[in-house]
């Protein structure tokens, strides 16, 4: 019997627990749409804030070898624009069955609220707070991600404006206990996390003597994020009761179920759509399939958590 | 990753236009772009005018390009590629004839067309359209190709110019339109402005013909991923000029 791929986050329906992550295609209802033909389970939208921003200057993306480091500098048409794209987006997904995340960001504890009212108002499925962008302290200082209690008191003010809309807030990888920063979320009422976001790094060109990034520093996703990923997944499945997205370095539906091992409900996928083209977000959910029935393995529950005792 | 490139030679194209000959292969396919960085200055795409050894058409339309024209022989830049989807050869047993049409300074990435073309045995008819006579780019390079060419193949170039100063008056589609009621082509290539892209196109629609067209976008990652380069308008949507282009085979 085919294994049952079928994925419950927060009473939402997943036809499988593949999401495209925030950052990639995530820009217009059109790049949404063709996730969600490629077979992702849900997608998420790339993160908005209060005003249009045109992100960094190029170089802003590169592939080093063992993953990808970027810095777009969360380039975005602003809340308002942004609410205009999702609520066609949720229009266009609604015959496929597949969940539409919002990703937001923003630079106060008091604009994460205003925020978050906006993008509530297009009724996505979810709203991903995005408190761990490493790409943008030169202008934000740093990320709110980093302290437990300013990683609440954003939770708080978004949860406080967004009505029935469930919120999942997405943490960064480099903090010394991730367990408790998700806790402090939870506390706060965040009904889900995602984690993780990219990891701070640096890529430079000994030729040209400089980074090669624009911005300097940028996130380290791909392959090289994976082990990071499943550390801080494991951590926070530990801590808190609540479901996770798994993110970070997911290149294979064998890299999924390391992660559903880890403790996630849901696996994120970005990256791998440089490495593998926009189809592996449905290869992915197939191959995790394979892996499923190769091991005799009935469902995502069977092996959710297995790799925590 | 970036490569470093030394130039080794630097011809000029026009009155704004240069190619830059650097130090050794990037094994690519006609269509396909690089990104140029010049560390602290900025990175953008640019098509590959040759493969071995790479070279690169620029023309200088902003601070960056014009800091690529500063450059000379022995300076180096880097390079990012190749990227995106090339033109394709058809997969015909036999060679035929093929329609090469470049808008502008949209003729860049063609020369390297036409050099496949003719090495594979097709017959090569060339429409190069431009505002006016100084604008008009590698006219002489194409002309040249049809040196040494056999009999019964050959190279054909036209010219046009939108104010009648060099080849014929009027617009690329014109020629095209020309080009084709002398000898149907198999395939139409084309590289321009939108505008002429989308008459290519509709010429093409109402002929028949099979198209393969390249579309410009302002690339950020050139990966696939950030979404900057997507098509609006037409009737592709979804569609990522750095990815699933820059080349739409149809």
Request: proline residues 6%; negative net charge; contains cysteine.
């Amino acid at each position: 019997m085919a294994p049952d791929l079928t994925c419950d986050l927060l009473g939402l329906r997943l036809r499988n627990p593949i999401v495209l992550a925030s950052g990639v295609l995530g820009t217009s209802a059109a790049l949404l749409m063709r996730a969600a033909r490629a077979g992702a389970g849900a997608v998420t939208s790339k993160s908005c804030g209060p005003g249009p921003r045109a992100g960094h200057a190029n170089p802003v993306a590169v592939d080093w070898g063992h993953g990808v480091i970027n810095a777009i500098g969360l380039s975005n048409p602003g809340a308002e624009e942004e609410t205009r794209m999702l609520m066609e987006a949720r229009t266009c997904l609604a015959p496929w069955g597949v969940p539409l995340i919002a990703s937001l960001f923003a630079g106060t504890v008091t604009e994460y609220g205003s925020v978050a009212r906006i993008v509530a108002s297009a009724h996505p499925d979810l709203i991903e707070v995005n408190i761990s962008c490493p790409n943008v302290a030169d202008e934000f200082g740093t990320p709110f991600a980093a302290e437990a209690q300013t990683a609440a008191a954003v939770t708080e003010a978004v949860k406080a404006e967004v009505g029935e809309v469930p919120i999942s807030v997405k943490l960064a990888p480099n903090v010394p206990s991730v367990g408790r920063i998700a806790r402090a979320v939870v506390e706060a009422g965040a009904d889900a996390i995602t984690a993780v976001n990219t990891m701070p790094g640096m890529v430079i060109d000994a030729d040209a003597g400089r980074s090669v990034l624009s911005n300097r520093v940028g996130g380290i996703s791909g392959p090289a994020l994976k082990p990071i990923a499943l550390r801080c997944v494991a951590e926070i499945a530990r801590a808190v009761d609540v479901p996770v997205i798994g993110t970070g370095g997911m290149m294979s539906g064998r890299d999924a179920a390391e992660m559903l091992m880890a403790g996630a409900t849901a696996v994120g996928v970005g990256t791998a759509v440089w490495y593998r083209g926009v189809t592996a977000l449905g290869e992915i959910a197939s191959e995790l399939a394979t892996f499923l029935s190769q091991h005799g393995y009935p469902s995502l529950a069977s092996i959710r958590g297995l790799a925590l005792h | 990753m970036h490569e470093r490139y030394t130039i080794t030679g630097v011809d000029t194209e026009n009155y704004r236009a240069k190619t830059l000959y650097l130090d050794r292969p990037l094994k690519a396919e006609p269509g396909q772009f690089a990104m140029v960085w010049l560390p602290g200055v900025d990175e953008r795409p640019f098509s590959i005018a040759a493969d071995d050894p790479l070279a690169l058409t620029v023309v200088a339309v902003g601070p960056f390009s014009e800091a690529i024209h500063r450059l000379v022989v022995g300076d180096a830049l880097w390079v990012r590629g190749p990227l995106g989807q090339g033109f394709k050869l058809p997969d015909t047993s036999t060679a035929g004839r093929l329609l090469l049409a470049g808008g502008g300074y949209g003729v860049a990435p063609l020369l390297f067309l036409a050099r496949r073309a003719i090495a594979a045995g097709y017959g090569v008819d060339v429409c190069i359209g431009a505002k006016t006579a100084v604008d008009v780019l590698l006219r002489r390079q194409f002309e040249a190709l049809a040196v040494g060419t056999a009999v019964g193949t050959g190279v054909t170039t036209r010219v046009t110019t939108e104010d009648g100063t060099l080849g014929a008056r009027g617009l690329v589609t014109e020629a095209v339109g020309a080009a084709v009621a002398q000898a149907r082509p198999d395939v139409v290539y084309a590289c321009g402005p939108v505008g002429m892209l989308e008459a290519v196109e509709r010429q093409c629609d109402d002929l028949g013909l099979p198209h393969q067209l390249s579309w410009e976008a302002t690339m950020r990652c050139g990966m696939g991923l950030c979404g900057a380069c997507e098509r609006h308008g037409g009737t592709k949507v979804g569609w990522l000029v750095c990815h699933d282009g820059p080349v739409d085979r149809g």
